[in-house]
């Protein structure tokens, strides 16, 4: 296999799972660790995941979100404007984090008036200047690496 197929694989399933195991990627792709490490130090050199010891995390949940590191921009800002059709007024709305969140709440109306509960810092603080949104942090231990609250292991 390729290396930009290594790489597509890579990034495709940190888009899926979040995350990405060393280990795993070796069988999956019939490859040695010593040649995923050394994908994995490339594609975190060029700021398209971030590298952890074992493995790999998305990019996704790293805040501050810079417009030209979101992976696949153009199709979150499109669900994004699909999903805001589906939030009324007085409506409760349910979200976890990532990308596709923050751009949704982004493109809010600022007379929209729902509740909304995120386990996501970043999703809250994207909604601070929205005065008619009340917004409920979801606890549990904040993972530093994801951004968000997670519930206790």
């Known amino acids: ?3 930009k197929e290594r790489h597509s694989h890579i990034i495709k399933q940190l888009n899926l799972h979040n995350k990405v195991l060393s280990s795993d990627l070796a069988i999956e792709l019939n490859v040695s ?3 995923i ?3 994995l130090n490339e594609l975190d050199d060029s700021g398209q995941i971030v ?3 074992g493995g790999a995390l998305s990019k996704s949940y790293h805040y501050p979100f810079q417009q030209n590191h979101i992976y696949a ?3 979150k800002k499109e669900i994004a404007r699909k999903a805001i059709d589906l939030i009324k007024d ?3 709305v349910l979200t976890g984090g990532g990308t596709t969140i923050i751009e949704m709440v982004r ?3 600022l007379d929209l ?3 909304i509960f995120t386990i996501s810092p970043p999703v809250a603080l994207q909604l601070a200047d929205h005065h008619l949104i009340k917004v409920v942090l979801i606890g549990g231990e904040f993972s530093k690496t994801r951004r968000c609250a997670q519930a206790g292991r």
Do not use: F, N
Request: with cysteine.
């Open 73 to 75: 921009a153009d199709a």
């Open 113 to 115: 008036s729902c509740t």
């Open 107 to 109: 493109v809010l109306p």
């Open 33 to 35: 660790e010593d040649t």
């Open 1 to 3: 296999m390729l290396k």
């Open 37 to 39: 490490r050394r994908d």
């Open 51 to 53: 590298k952890v010891h």
């Open 90 to 92: 007085g409506m409760v």
